[in-house]
């Protein structure tokens, strides 16, 4: 792993991935230290904290090599960036949800919807198999207040438990996706630091494995 830059997301994947990368022997590194520093150099290596969406930015343009990112994130980039391992922690799910009375809680779909969403294009894909006339309505924070206010039909959104949903009266009708934390690495690195890439991914592919099977023992 020596000479590598990797980008680690901010936010709730940020501890998540800092458990993996020491239950895969590549570094002890403790989350709190990224609130002094935003760029750990260990062991050889750098590690750079930036907003879970920048991270595909970072690898794609080569200011580092390799990242840990969720999922869902990539559902909404562009940037050319190679899956390498699922890490398997961080899941949620990308569920659309709408109000109690809704015709959609009945398993009735309108020929009109308005959604409110993070995830744009995610939701263009969900919704491109069926024939709706979808207005999509991107929002940058709490969509679940969108229907209550109606600004919006449902939502589409992320949710690892289901409780803010249901805390704000809406009831899942369908699920778009399953999101896990991911490696991901640029095609450069890939070329011209195969050994110490493919090293990492295969550290850490085991110890998401072994943590896996630990958790179904």
């Known amino acids: 792993m020596s000479g590598l830059r990797i980008a680690l997301p901010g936010g709730t994947l940020l ?14 590194l403790d989350p709190s230290r990224f609130d002094r520093e935003l760029s ?8 750079v904290k930036v907003r879970p969406t920048d991270v595909p930015v970072y ?11 969720g999922k869902d994130v990539l559902w909404e980039s562009s940037r050319a960036c ?32 308005r959604v409110a969403t993070k995830y744009p294009e ?38 690892a438990t289901g409780r803010t949903l249901a805390a704000n009266g809406l009831i ?16 450069a690195a890939l070329k011209t630091r195969n050994e110490a890439v493919g090293g990492l991914a295969a550290s850490l592919r085991r110890a998401a494995a072994s943590r896996r099977a630990e958790g179904a023992a």
Do not use: K
């Not at 501890?15 to 002890?28: F, T």
């Not at 750990?40 to 590690?47: D, I, L, P, Q, S």
């Open 15 to 28: 501890e998540g991935a800092c458990e993996l990368l020491d239950s895969a022997g590549v570094i002890r």
């Open 40 to 47: 750990v150099t260990e062991g050889g290596a750098v590690y």
């Open 122 to 159: 995610s939701a263009r894909r969900f919704f491109a198999a069926r024939s709706l006339n979808v207005v999509l309505i991107r929002l940058h924070g709490s969509v679940e207040l969108a229907p209550a206010t109606g600004l919006a039909d449902c939502v589409l959104d992320i949710t």
């Open 172 to 187: 899942e009708v369908a699920e778009a996706g399953v999101s896990t934390a991911r490696l991901i690495a640029n095609l």
């Open 82 to 113: 190679y899956e390498l391992a699922d890490l398997r922690f961080g899941v949620c799910r990308l569920v659309l949800a709408a109000p109690r009375g809704s015709p959609l809680v009945q398993g009735v779909w309108p020929a009109s919807l």
């Open 59 to 69: 690898v794609e343009m080569g200011a580092c090599e390799c990242g840990i990112v």
